[in-house]
Every structure is written in C-alpha cells, then in structure tokens.
C-alpha cells in the first residue's frame, strides 16, 4: 500500500511540474482513499459517515491521497560547487579518476545514508545521446547507478525502440545523491523531493565533466527537474511549456521532454506518442535510420 500512495503522490508532482491543473476523482475513489488513511492511522472504531462527496475535478496538486513528509531543504548551506580538472588521458581512465573524485568527495558522501550509494553515470563513453535524469531514488542509491527502477525500465524500453540499447547510450543525473527526506518509521527513506537548485548547482560540475569526457551529439532532458538544472531555475514555470523543443546546453543540442515515470501511470497511446515524438526528434538529430513502423508508434487508431 506504501508502495501504491507513493508512486502516485509521485506522479501527482510530475503531473503537476508538466502543467497538469486538474484530475478526476471519482466518490469510489475518495472513499477508498480515506479508508488507507484511516487504516494507516490505526483507527479501531468505526469511522463517522463521511459527508457525500461528489466526483469532481481537483487541483493535481492537492489530489495526493497523503501527505508527503516535509520536504525541508538541507540545514547546513552547501560549499561553493568543487573546480577540479580532469588528468589528460583516453575516455575511461579520465571517467575512472572523475568516478575516484565524485564517490571521495565529502560533501557527496555527507548527504550520502549509511549503507546507501554516491550515483554516477553509466554507458557508452563514445554515446551519440546521452539522457540526463534528475536525482536517484530509493533502488538508485542502493545500486549507485541510475535509472535502475520502474522509471528506468520503461526508459529502456523507450531506447529499445530508437533500435538502441542501453548500453548504447549514455545516462546521467543532475544530482549524485538522493535529497533527503526525515526517515520513516523503519528508519528508511520514504518518497523523493525534488533537488534544491542549491543542490543542482553543486552536483552540476560533475555532470558537466561527464559531457566533457562523453562527448556526445546532443542531450536529453528527461523531466522538469532536469531541465531547470540544465537550463537554470525559473527558465519555465511548466514543462508544457517548452517541451519538444531544442534548447542548448555546454555548446550541444538539449531535447527536453518528459520523464518516463510520466507515462508510468498514464499508460494511453496519447500519453505515449508526446513522448515518443520527442524522442523521433532526437533520433532524426542524431542521424539515426527510422522505419515507418517507428514512426507510427503510438498513434490512435
């Protein structure tokens, strides 16, 4: 159930950063809403009747079924984002002394939970595309690589269908680690925030090192978080707004475009396609052959 509430509080918050206002909620719904929180309240006495509620259509972001934990910013300022040069060299020893310096640095590994992971990127050194995320989650920091979860999953099979692999391509992150929320009761982690911009701004030269040694055709901006720490903070108030656009970041083409949790839970073939243009886009951009059965994907019938 846990699970459940949190993957949709999730999608609530993409929906909302994508410039969704409303949602429908049916009465059926809101009832079996209420009686998980009553349930996770522990509450042994019958409920009073609920007041009839009628199916209405609610601001996306007040539809969450329960409240998130308070997603307050880190107490401490963080130090100036770190300069350092990378040693001269080929592609993977300098990507091996740029893995040595993030995972030793010790603002990185403060924010870090015990037992948890400092997240790099991974792929193709030699990638034509390379696909930047926000931040890791709960199945990122315990592997330390990115993408790894649901979100991930379908993001391959997004790049399957470029007639790629995910070892093809480059992913990466605005952030190394996962912002942190006050711990759960079994002393876990329970649901994401959204990087500060301060947070962004630190992790971002060790994206901009990734580039640098990557070396890719064009990026891809994989949500809105991502896209503001790429194009900087207030850039867009929705996503709506400049998606499917090529912008430029560290003198390269920047697709920016929605992330994969997006359709997660909206599976329609409308969801899908908005997508999928996007990504037609980028395959053209790359130079990259599209058949006409790529090209059809997901259009309504």
Same mark, same amino acid.
């Given at each position: 159930?846990?699970?459940?509430?949190?993957?949709?509080?999730?999608?609530?918050?993409?929906?909302?950063?994508?410039?969704?206002?409303?949602?429908?909620?049916?009465?059926?719904?809101?009832?079996?809403?209420?009686?998980?929180?009553?349930?996770?309240?522990?509450?042994?006495?019958?409920?009073?009747?609920?007041?009839?509620?009628?199916?209405?259509?609610? /601001?996306?972001?007040?539809?969450?079924?329960?409240?998130?934990?308070?997603?307050?910013?880190?107490?401490?300022?963080?130090?100036?984002?770190?300069?350092?040069?990378?040693?001269?060299?080929?592609?993977?020893?300098?990507?091996?002394?740029? @893995?040595?310096?993030?995972?030793? #640095?010790?603002?990185?590994?403060?924010?870090?939970?015990?037992? *948890?992971?400092?997240?790099?990127?991974?792929?193709?050194? #030699?990638? *034509?595309?390379?696909?930047?995320?926000?931040?890791?989650?709960?199945?990122? $920091?315990?592997?330390?690589?990115?993408?790894?979860?649901?979100?991930?999953?379908?993001?391959?099979?997004?790049?399957?269908?470029?007639?790629?692999?995910?070892?093809?391509?480059?992913?990466?992150?605005?952030?190394?680690?996962?912002?942190?929320?006050?711990? @759960?009761?079994?002393?876990?982690?329970?649901?994401?925030?959204?990087?500060?911009?301060?947070?962004?701004?630190?992790?971002?030269?060790?994206?901009? /090192?990734?580039? #640098?040694?990557?070396?890719?055709?064009?990026?891809?901006?994989?949500?809105?978080? /991502?896209?503001?720490?790429?194009?900087?903070?207030?850039?867009? *108030?929705?996503?709506?707004?400049?998606?499917?656009?090529?912008?430029?970041?560290?003198?390269?083409?920047?697709?920016?475009?929605?992330?994969?949790?997006?359709?997660?839970?909206?599976?329609?073939?409308?969801?899908?396609?908005?997508?999928? $243009?996007?990504?037609?886009?980028?395959?053209?951009?790359?130079?990259?052959?599209?058949? @006409?059965?790529?090209?059809?994907?997901?259009?309504? *019938?």
């Amino acid at each position: 159930m846990r699970n459940s509430i949190q993957a949709l509080s999730d999608e609530l918050r993409r929906l909302k950063e994508a410039g969704v206002k409303t949602l429908p909620v049916s009465e059926a719904s809101v009832k079996a809403l209420a009686a998980a929180v009553r349930r996770r309240a522990g509450a042994s006495a019958p409920a009073a009747p609920a007041p009839a509620i009628r199916p209405a259509r609610v /601001a996306a972001a007040k539809a969450s079924p329960a409240p998130e934990p308070a997603a307050a910013e880190p107490k401490a300022s963080l130090p100036p984002p770190p300069a350092f040069e990378l040693p001269a060299g080929d592609k993977p020893s300098r990507w091996a002394a740029l @893995g040595d310096r993030v995972r030793g #640095d010790p603002t990185c590994l403060a924010h870090v939970r015990p037992g *948890k992971k400092i997240v790099l990127g991974v792929g193709n050194l #030699d990638a *034509k595309i390379m696909f930047v995320g926000e931040a890791p989650g709960a199945d990122e $920091e315990i592997q330390g690589e990115p993408f790894v979860g649901a979100a991930g999953q379908l993001l391959n099979r997004m790049i399957a269908g470029m007639g790629l692999s995910r070892g093809d391509v480059y992913i990466g992150n605005i952030m190394n680690w996962r912002p942190e929320l006050p711990l @759960g009761p079994g002393g876990t982690q329970v649901g994401n925030r959204p990087p500060t911009p301060e947070e962004m701004a630190y992790c971002l030269p060790y994206l901009r /090192a990734q580039i #640098d040694i990557v070396s890719p055709a064009l990026l891809v901006a994989l949500g809105a978080t /991502a896209a503001q720490g790429l194009l900087g903070a207030g850039t867009f *108030k929705a996503l709506g707004e400049i998606r499917g656009q090529w912008r430029e970041f560290q003198g390269r083409p920047l697709m920016i475009t929605y992330h994969p949790s997006y359709i997660l839970r909206n599976q329609s073939n409308r969801s899908k396609r908005v997508i999928w $243009e996007d990504f037609l886009k980028v395959m053209e951009r790359a130079g990259l052959a599209i058949s @006409g059965k790529q090209r059809g994907y997901f259009l309504e *019938k």
